[in-house]
């Protein structure tokens, strides 16, 4: 993990800037490491609810919770949400601990995040990440209702 980029005034960029605001580098940093959106998610027809699953996209190291192939992700899988400052605010799926979304509502970054921690770990030790909650797609029954959970929140 690269050092955060740190304000004239001491401030971390990630209280000073918006999302609109950063880097590329400083746009990746965000992301915590989880896991979460990479699950398999199915949708109410009737309701538009999102469900998660316990399945996971096959790219994701169910292990370290971090793609195979990120830089070329959407080749693999072409519908593979490719998260931005554009569409962050209208992914109503994201989970409530993502650190986009949290900081897209004008919250804070969560103690347990790898920029605060300084830990690239931090997310599985707090327990926040998927790892040992998830299948890969490779190894899932096709009736993903089988594996429909009631996290993440």
């Given at each position: 993990?690269?050092?955060?980029?740190?304000?004239?005034?001491?401030?971390?960029?990630?209280?000073?800037?918006?999302?609109?605001?950063m880097?590329?580098?400083?746009?990746?940093?965000?992301?915590?490491?989880?896991?979460?959106?990479?699950?398999?998610?199915?949708?109410?027809?009737?309701?538009?609810?999102?469900?998660?699953?316990?399945?996971?996209?096959?790219?994701?190291?169910?292990?370290?919770?971090?793609?195979k192939?990120?830089?070329?992700r959407?080749?693999?899988?072409?519908?593979?949400?490719?998260?931005?400052?554009?569409?962050?605010?209208?992914?109503?799926?994201?989970?409530?601990?993502?650190?986009?979304?949290?900081?897209?509502?004008?919250?804070?970054?969560?103690?347990?995040?790898?920029?605060?921690?300084?830990?690239?770990?931090?997310?599985?030790?707090?327990?926040?990440?998927?790892?040992?909650?998830?299948?890969?797609?490779?190894?899932?029954?096709?009736?993903?209702?089988?594996?429909?959970?009631?996290?993440?929140?």
């Amino acid at each position: 993990m690269t050092e955060p980029t740190v304000e004239t005034g001491n401030e971390p960029f990630w209280e000073t800037k918006t999302l609109d605001e950063m880097t590329t580098e400083e746009w990746e940093s965000i992301c915590d490491g989880c896991g979460k959106c990479c699950l398999h998610k199915l949708q109410d027809e009737d309701t538009d609810f999102v469900y998660y699953t316990s399945v996971a996209c096959r790219l994701l190291d169910c292990e370290t919770c971090s793609c195979k192939d990120y830089p070329n992700r959407t080749q693999h899988v072409p519908d593979c949400v490719q998260l931005s400052q554009e569409n962050v605010t209208t992914l109503s799926w994201m989970p409530s601990t993502c650190a986009y979304r949290l900081m897209a509502e004008g919250k804070g970054l969560p103690d347990w995040h790898p920029l605060i921690t300084g830990r690239t770990d931090s997310t599985i030790a707090a327990g926040m990440s998927i790892k040992g909650m998830v299948i890969s797609e490779d190894d899932a029954h096709p009736d993903l209702t089988r594996y429909i959970v009631k996290w993440p929140a």
